[in-house]
């Protein structure tokens, strides 16, 4: 089967990128929103590639998700390439499959507040939020800057606050919070600037 095991009523937080590399900034937004939003797994989508960014020197996606998996270890977090599996190049058609794929599924994307600030420049952006609810993650030097966008923006009279964290999964979207926990300041372009700094 492409997709990793789920059932009707599962609440899942969808947490895509490159992971080039994957770091412990990665692993540290799994655990928040795995505590936070009470959920009962995390899909950790390793993409073929960022249609934002070149491909160049990019390592294999089985290379990936190999360091992904090494690297998460709580059991509800499930490192998958199935968005190679069904041609998605986009995130609205990941988020297409899986409303028809998965039925009764409760899905929540998850980004950091770097992609907020982007979020405009995802292809059908607004089509994403329409379809699913979206955490943000907190991110040093990000979140600001992220808050003032023209997304952030959009989801103005959308936006929940913190407290609300348990019921959010279940929230109809489009629907957006944003949620302050441990941070790292780490990031992989910086770390792919630096090698001495990768694991391993």
């Keep these: 089967m492409i997709l990793p095991p789920f059932s009707r009523g599962m609440k899942i937080g969808l947490f895509g990128g490159s992971f080039n590399p994957p770091h ?3 692993a540290l937004v799994c ?87 982007s979020f405009f420049r995802w292809k059908r952006w607004r089509e994403i939020a329409g379809k699913m609810p979206i955490l943000v993650v907190d991110r040093p030097g990000a979140t600001h800057r992220a808050e003032r966008g023209l997304a952030a923006s959009w989801f103005a009279r959308r936006r929940l606050p913190e407290s609300q964290a348990k019921t959010f999964v279940l929230r109809r979207p489009p629907a957006l919070i944003v949620l302050h926990g441990p941070r790292s300041s780490l990031s992989s372009t910086q770390l792919r600037a630096t090698p001495s700094a990768l694991p391993g």
């Design 24 to 26: 412990a900034g990665h």
């Design 31 to 117: 655990e928040l929103a795995l505590k936070r939003l009470g959920l009962d797994r995390i899909w950790l989508m390793v993409s073929p590639g960022n249609p934002l960014k070149s491909r160049q020197g990019l390592p294999s996606l089985a290379e990936r998700i190999v360091a992904a998996r090494r690297l998460m270890r709580d059991p509800r977090i499930v490192v998958t390439g199935f968005e190679a599996d069904i041609g998605a190049v986009y995130s609205f058609q990941t988020v297409d499959f899986l409303r028809r794929a998965c039925p009764g599924v409760h899905f929540v994307w998850i980004m950091g507040a770097d992609n907020l600030a």
